[in-house]
């Protein structure tokens, strides 16, 4: 399925006369203007899969928030906004081939890394909790104790409870399950089943990140299949190789003025990684 058809941003010229009529200088921080004509961007045509590849600052991110502003797309974490955003915005236009969904989102790095520090804040409540647990469960079982009225009865049942049980059935039983059972590219593979539905426009920001080589292979092809079976349309931002091998995706290099590539294995990360096992083939086939 396909919701969003494309995307025009104000390009250079409108955006150097908007500065000229804030009468600015060219090293006042105006973001984000002066960021995507550096990589030539001022329109996208999007397919059901469309990904934005680039280094470190070329855009990706920007043009994402941009496409989920203007879409009015849920979100979770805070971006950088500076006072100029929304004056971009509306500058900008989207055609679109079908209503966007009530579920779309843009979902980014920082969001899985909010919900990592969500869990381990969990768990560390529940680790204080069984510490105090355990204090009470040795003073439970050592406690001389009389029943005066009816109100002494629930402390009775505690008493009676942790005198019937172990202590190990004692703490599981009061202080809840821990989710530490799960590493973080398993908490955020779940993150990203759980939020993605149905039926909608996905913005996905760099989602590889915390994410180990299988992890990465496991999620690009969940994904995969959110497209071929669930109907959704994706945009990605992204320089994981299993990402960029994405059958029959839009791929615009941002490090090369914004240029549709004709093939993910012509890009210059996949080209890095091909060329070390190339050059390391050697050892591979020794342990073969």
Not at 196 to 207: G, S, V, Y
Not at 230 to 255: K, Y
Request: proline share 3%.
């Amino acid at each position: 399925m396909q919701y969003l058809r494309s995307f025009i941003f104000p390009g250079e010229e409108a955006e150097t006369d908007f500065m000229f009529s804030l009468k600015t200088t060219f090293d006042q921080s105006v973001y984000p203007y002066r960021i995507l004509p550096k990589a030539g961007l001022d329109r996208i045509v999007f397919r059901p899969v469309t990904i934005l590849y680039g280094g470190n600052g070329s855009g990706k991110s920007t043009a994402l928030n941009i496409i989920a502003e203007k879409l009015h797309l849920k979100r979770n974490s805070v971006y950088n906004r500076s006072r100029f955003f929304e004056d971009f915005v509306n500058r900008c236009e989207a055609v679109l081939d079908e209503e966007i969904p009530e579920g779309s989102r843009i979902l980014t790095s920082d969001d899985v890394f909010d919900m990592m520090l969500d869990i381990r804040s969990l768990n560390e409540g529940i680790d204080r909790k069984r510490e105090n647990l355990a204090e009470e469960y040795y003073a439970l079982k050592q406690e001389k104790f009389q029943l005066h009225s009816l109100d002494d009865l629930e402390h009775l049942h505690r008493i009676n409870d942790a005198r019937r049980k172990t202590y190990s059935r004692f703490i599981a039983g009061e202080s809840g399950e821990s989710l530490r059972e799960q590493s973080n590219g398993e908490s955020a593979l779940m993150y990203f089943r759980n939020r993605i539905e149905m039926d909608t426009l996905c913005l996905l920001d760099e989602p590889e990140n915390s994410l180990s080589p299988e992890n990465q292979m496991i999620l690009a092809d969940f994904l995969m299949e959110s497209v071929r079976y669930c109907g959704n349309q994706l945009v990605i931002s992204t320089h994981s190789p299993f990402l960029l091998a994405f059958p029959g995706a839009e791929i615009i290099d941002l490090d090369e003025h914004s240029r549709v590539v004709d093939s993910w294995t012509e890009l210059k990360n996949p080209r890095l990684y091909f060329d070390f096992f190339q050059k390391h083939a050697a050892e591979f086939e020794q342990r073969d």
